[in-house]
C-alpha cells in the first residue's frame, strides 16, 4: 500500500506500522540482553492491539493505523496483531489470545530474604488468592494470566515459608501448562523451573534435579544451546548437583556455562558474574582455595569497578572473598573482611536489608571460629530476632537461624541455654520437617551433645533440661 492513498488522519500504514514497531521491539530487545541485571527469560512474541481503519482498494482492502483525528464513527475497528520476535518452538501447542508472560529472573544462589514483616506477607498472599480466584472466573483457569497469577501466589506461599502449599500450586500449574502450551512453551518452562526450586527448598533434591535436567534439554531444543535461557537452566541444574553433593558434576557444568557465557553474554555480564560466584563457591566447596580466590577477586574488582563498593551484590562478592581467606586459613584477614562487608552494608543499605543479613551472619561464624564467642552470641541472638520479626516462626531461615545461636551458645559453655534453644529446634524441625528429615535427625543430636556436656560442666546435674 502506498501513502499516496493515506486516508486523512490515518498515522501510517498497518505494513509501515508493524515494521517500525519490529525494529523498536528489537531494539529494546538488544539492550535488555546488555543490560546490569540477573538472568532473564525474553517473550518470543508480543501482542499489541491497534485501532485500524479499513479502506476499499481494487485487489483488496486497505489496512490503516488510525490517527487521533479520525473520530470513532469513521469505521474504525480494533484489531489484535501477534509479532514473533524469534522462531517459534518446536511442538508448541496453539495458544489463546494472551499477553505473553513478564520476563523472570533466574534463580539467585540462594533465596534472599525479605525485609517485609509477616503481615504483610499475609496480604500478598490475600491479594494474589483474589487475583487468581477473579482471573479463574473471568477468563478460566487454563488462560495464560490465570497460570501466571497462580505461579506468583505459589511464589508467595514459597517466600513465607509455606513450601508444601507452594509445590502443590507448582505442580498444578505446570501440568496445565503443558496441557495447554506444550512443553517448550517459555511460560511453562518458567513454571517447571519455580517447581524445581521448591523442590530443593523441601529437600526433595532428586526430583528437582529430574526437572532442571528435562528443563535443560527442553531449552536446549527450543532456543539453542547458546541462548541465555538455556545458559541459565545449566547454571540452575548445576547448583542442583552442588546442593545434593553431587560435586564432580556441578564443577564440570558451571565450567562449561561459564566458559559459553562468557563467549556469548561477555566476561562482565551480570549472569557471567553469577555462574562465575557460584562456579568458585563450588570449587571452595571441592577444597580448590587457590582457584576460587582467583575467581572471587575477579569478581570483586569488577563489580567493585561497575557497581561501586556499597552495592549489595559487591558487598556479597567481599564477603565470598572472605571465605576463601577463611577456607586458606587466612583468620585475620578474613574476619577484617566479615567486619568491613557488615559495617558497609549496616551503614549505605540499612540494618533489614538482605546483604546486610548475609553479612551480620558471616561476622557471627567468623567471631565464633576465633573464639570470641560472646559477640558471636550477641549477633546470633539479633539475627534470630530479626528472622522472627520478617519471616515469622516456622519459616527455614529462622529455624536455622535458631540452631545457629544454639551453637553458639554450646561453643560459648552456656549449656543451659543450648539446651533450650537446640529442643526448640528439634520440635519445630519435626512438625516441619517430619521426624525422620536429616535436618531433624541432626539437631537432635546436637541437642544431645548439649546434654552430655551439660552433665561433663556439672556432674551434679543443677543443668537440667527444659520441662515438656
Known amino acids: 500500500m502506498g501513502n499516496e492513498n493515506r486516508p486523512d488522519g490515518a498515522a501510517a500504514s498497518l505494513t509501515d506500522a508493524l515494521a517500525a514497531?519490529?525494529?523498536?521491539l528489537a531494539t529494546a530487545a538488544g539492550a535488555e540482553q546488555h543490560s546490569v541485571a540477573n538472568r532473564r527469560t525474553a517473550p518470543e512474541t508480543v501482542e499489541v492491539t491497534l485501532q485500524l481503519l479499513i479502506t476499499p482498494g481494487e485487489d483488496a482492502p486497505g489496512f490503516w493505523v488510525a490517527g487521533p483525528e479520525i473520530s470513532a464513527a469513521a469505521g474504525i475497528t480494533a484489531h489484535t496483531v501477534k509479532l514473533t520476535l524469534a522462531p517459534t518452538h518446536p511442538a508448541a501447542a496453539p495458544q489463546p489470545p494472551a499477553a505473553p508472560a513478564q520476563p523472570a529472573p533466574a534463580e539467585?544462589?540462594?533465596?534472599?530474604?525479605?525485609?517485609?514483616?509477616?503481615d504483610r506477607r499475609a496480604e500478598v498472599i490475600a491479594l494474589y488468592e483474589r487475583v487468581v480466584a477473579d482471573?479463574?472466573?473471568?477468563?478460566?483457569?487454563?488462560?495464560?494470566?490465570?497460570?501466571?497469577?497462580?505461579?506468583?501466589?505459589a511464589r508467595a506461599y514459597r517466600d513465607a515459608g509455606r513450601v508444601t502449599e507452594a509445590i502443590d500450586l507448582y505442580e498444578r500449574v505446570l501440568t496445565d501448562s503443558e496441557n495447554t502450551f506444550g512443553p517448550y512453551d517459555l511460560d511453562t518452562l518458567v513454571f517447571r523451573g519455580n517447581l524445581a526450586r521448591a523442590y530443593r527448598e523441601a529437600d526433595r533434591l532428586s526430583e528437582a534435579i529430574d526437572l532442571y535436567e528435562r528443563t535443560v534439554a527442553d531449552s536446549e531444543q527450543a532456543f539453542g544451546a547458546d541462548h541465555r535461557n538455556t545458559l541459565n537452566a545449566r547454571h540452575n541444574l548445576a547448583l542442583a548437583y552442588r546442593e545434593a553433593d553431587r560435586l564432580d558434576e556441578a564443577i564440570a557444568l558451571y565450567r562449561r556455562t561459564l566458559a559459553d557465557s562468557e563467549r556469548v553474554l561477555g566476561p562482565e555480564d551480570s549472569s557471567t558474574l553469577i555462574t562465575c560466584d557460584c562456579l568458585a563457591a563450588a570449587l571452595r566447596s571441592a577444597d580448590l582455595v587457590d582457584e576460587a580466590t582467583t575467581l572471587d577477586e575477579r569478581i570483586l574488582s569488577v563489580r567493585d569497578r561497575i557497581l561501586g563498593a556499597e552495592h549489595p551484590d559487591t558487598l556479597d562478592s567481599l564477603g565470598s572473598l572472605a571465605d576463601d581467606r577463611m577456607a586458606a586459613g587466612r583468620i585475620a584477614e578474613a574476619v577484617e573482611m566479615y567486619e568491613r562487608a557488615l559495617h558497609t552494608a549496616e551503614e549505605h543499605l540499612g540494618p533489614d536489608h538482605p546483604t546486610t543479613m548475609r553479612a551480620r551472619s558471616n561476622a557471627a561464624y567468623a567471631y565464633g571460629r576465633v573464639g570470641r564467642a560472646a559477640e558471636a552470641v550477641q549477633l546470633y541472638t539479633r539475627i534470630l530476632t530479626d528472622r522472627e520479626r520478617m519471616l515469622g516462626p516456622d519459616h527455614t531461615a529462622t529455624v536455622t537461624a535458631r540452631s545457629n545461636l544454639a551453637f553458639a551458645y554450646y561453643e560459648a559453655g552456656h549449656f543451659s541455654e543450648a539446651i533450650e534453644a537446640y529442643s526448640r529446634t528439634v520440635a519445630d524441625r519435626e512438625r516441619l520437617l517430619g521426624s525422620d528429615h536429616p535436618d531433624t535427625l541432626k539437631a537432635r543430636e546436637q541437642l544431645a551433645f548439649s546434654y552430655e556436656a551439660a552433665l561433663r560442666a556439672d556432674p551434679t546435674g543443677a543443668t537440667r533440661p527444659p520441662r515438656e
Open 108 to 118: 539467585p544462589t540462594e533465596p534472599p530474604a525479605d525485609p517485609a514483616p509477616t
Open 21 to 24: 514497531l519490529r525494529r523498536e
Open 135 to 153: 482471573r479463574e472466573r473471568v477468563l478460566g483457569p487454563l488462560h495464560r494470566d490465570t497460570l501466571i497469577s497462580a505461579a506468583n501466589l
